[in-house]
């Protein structure tokens, strides 16, 4: 399930911010603190940084828009959320490693 990831609260009195430069795109990868949009506000430019991490799904903003805090940016999938064809989630890699030889087992 893809997770939504809103412009946070930019300060007191800011209501609103211009997109200057998106800086992900649908199907990348981000990780948290990952500057996902640069923005200007009447007092500064700054970058957004994620607050999570995955592969991204849909970006809904624009270079040129104009947003306000609380306002939904990206959709974030969590990267092995994907499932096999059967619909089983693939093995972890403790799952998928041979089980260890035993030095001491006769062969058999």
């Known amino acids: 399930m893809a997770t939504e ?11 609103d911010a211009d997109v200057l430069r998106v ?16 923005i200007e ?19 809904m903003v624009s270079q040129g828009d104009t947003i306000k805090p609380g306002q939904l940016i990206l959709l974030v999938e969590p990267v092995g959320a994907e499932s ?5 989630s693939p ?3 403790a799952e998928a490693a041979p089980a260890p030889v035993q030095p001491d087992a006769p062969a058999p």
Do not use: M, N, Q, Y
């Open 23 to 38: 800086l992900v795109h649908e199907g990348a990868e981000i990780a948290v603190d990952d500057a996902v949009i640069e």
């Open 5 to 15: 990831f809103k412009l946070p609260d930019l300060g007191e009195g800011i209501e």
């Open 84 to 88: 096999g064809a059967d619909g089983a």
């Open 41 to 59: 506000t009447e007092k500064a430019t700054v970058e957004v940084p994620s607050e999570v991490a995955g592969r991204v799904t849909r970006v």
């Open 91 to 93: 093995p972890t890699a």
